[in-house]
Every structure is written in structure tokens, then in C-alpha cells.
């Protein structure tokens, strides 16, 4: 049941940050790219704060196939994420947001690695 609880509780807080992101890259200044890169800055952070939930989660965890059950719900996350910041990108490619999304892929990369090492 715990288990349950804290994929669900991972998902919402992943969802809720996005939803958040949207709002506030909606509500920016076309014209400025230092609020775009501070959003981008923001969701790196929030997802490295899931990213740290789950390192916790998992090494409590005994059972190989629900490890990597968490990995895979963290490369799904990070490519919820990535999406968000791609987008950010194209619609502004002069303010560099672009990076922020590379680090992204780099944190997918290594929960895929993850995943693959627990399947």
C-alpha cells in the first residue's frame, strides 16, 4: 500500500509542478529571457527534488522489479519535463533554456541506466 502511495504522491507532485511551470512561463514577458531561464532553472530543481525522493525510496527497497517500476516512473517524469523545457526552447531559442533541457536528458539517461541495471 505504501508503495502505491508514494508513486501517486510522486506523480501528483510531478504534475502540479508542470502545471505550475506552464502557468508562470505563460505569464512572462516575451521579451525577457531571464524569467524564462529562471522557470527553466526552477523545474530542474523540482525535478531533482523527485529525482531525490525516489534515490530514498529505493534503497529501502529490496525487490529489483519494484526498483525499477520507480526508475521508469523517473525517466517518464523526466521526459514530461523535458517536453516543458523543449517547448520553452523553441518558443524562445535566444534565451538558452536549451541547456536546462540537456541536464534533464542527462538526469533520463541515468534513470534509464538505473532501470535497466534493476530489470
Not at 512561463?25 to 530542474?44: H, K, T
Not at 525522493?53 to 516512473?73: M, Q, S, Y
Not at 517547448?87 to 540537456?102: I, K, M, Q, V
Request: aromatic residues 8%; glycine residues 4%; contains cysteine.
Amino acid at each position: 500500500m505504501t508503495e502505491c502511495l508514494g508513486e501517486s504522491d510522486v506523480k501528483e507532485l510531478a504534475e502540479s509542478t508542470l502545471a505550475g511551470f506552464d502557468q508562470e512561463v505563460a505569464s512572462l514577458p516575451q521579451e525577457l529571457c531571464v524569467p524564462f531561464n529562471q522557470a527553466a532553472m526552477r523545474l530542474e530543481g523540482e525535478l531533482l527534488t523527485i529525482y531525490k525522493f525516489v534515490v530514498r525510496i529505493v534503497r529501502r527497497e529490496d525487490d529489483l522489479e519494484k526498483i525499477a517500476r520507480w526508475w521508469d516512473t523517473m525517466v517518464f517524469q523526466c521526459d514530461e519535463f523535458a517536453k516543458r523545457l523543449q517547448n520553452l526552447s523553441l518558443a524562445h531559442p535566444n534565451c538558452g533554456a536549451d541547456f536546462f533541457n540537456d541536464r534533464v536528458l542527462d538526469l533520463r539517461n541515468k534513470c534509464q541506466r538505473l532501470r535497466q541495471m534493476h530489470s
